[in-house]
C-alpha cells in the first residue's frame, strides 16, 4: 500500500490523520529518523505524536526482553516522555538524539506550516465548520499571541497561512486556526530547528 496515497485520500475524504509514530525497535535501521521525518512531511500528517519504545509489564515484547536481560526499569505509562525502559540493539544515545531531532524538524514553524497548507489543498470538509464564542476567542487570542507577540518567522508563516486559507480555503479555514495554535504548542514544547536532520532530507 502507498502510504503517503493513503493519507491523503483519507483527508479529501473530510477527515484528518492524526500519527503515532514509535521509534526504538530492534529492526529500526540507523536511518529511521530520516525517513519518518519524511514521510510526516511529505504525507502532510500535521499532529503527529512522536514516542520512543517502552516495553509494557504483561506483554510477549516485555518478556523477551526480560528473558534477554534487557529490562531495565519499569515503564513509565508516558510513551512520549522521552525514556526507554530496556537495552535498545541501537545506541541509547543515537536513539535520543535522532528522536529529538526529528520533533524539531516536524515541528520547525517552517516545516509545520507547510504541511498545514499541503493538508488545507488536499481536504475536504464533510461540511462547513461555524465558529463558536469559545472558537472566535482562540481566534482572535491566536492573532494576539501568534500574529503580533511571536517572535521570529514563525508570526510571517502565521499570517501566510492565514491569508491563504481565506483566499483559497475559507470552507476549511476553522482547521487553519485550529492547526496553528496547534503548532505553537508543539514548538514550544519541543523546540525550534531540528537542522542535524534537516539536511539528510530532501523534500
Known sequence: MDLVKAVKTIHQNGMEVMGGFIIGFDNDPPDIFERQAKFIQTSDVVKATI???NAIPGTRLYQRLKEEGRILDNCTGDNCDG???FMPRM???TINA???AVLNYIYSPKNYYNRVVEFLKDYTPVRRRRF???EIRAFFKSILYLGILDKG????YYWKLLIRALLFHRSEFAEAVSNAIFGYHFNRLFGRQGKSIE???IL
Open 98 to 100: 535522532g528522536y529529538q
Open 153 to 156: 518567522k514563525s508570526k510571517l
Open 83 to 85: 525514556s526507554l525502559n
Open 51 to 53: 514516542s520512543l519504545l
Open 91 to 93: 545506541d541509547a544515545e
Open 199 to 201: 539536511r539528510k532530507i
Open 132 to 134: 463558536d464564542k469559545g
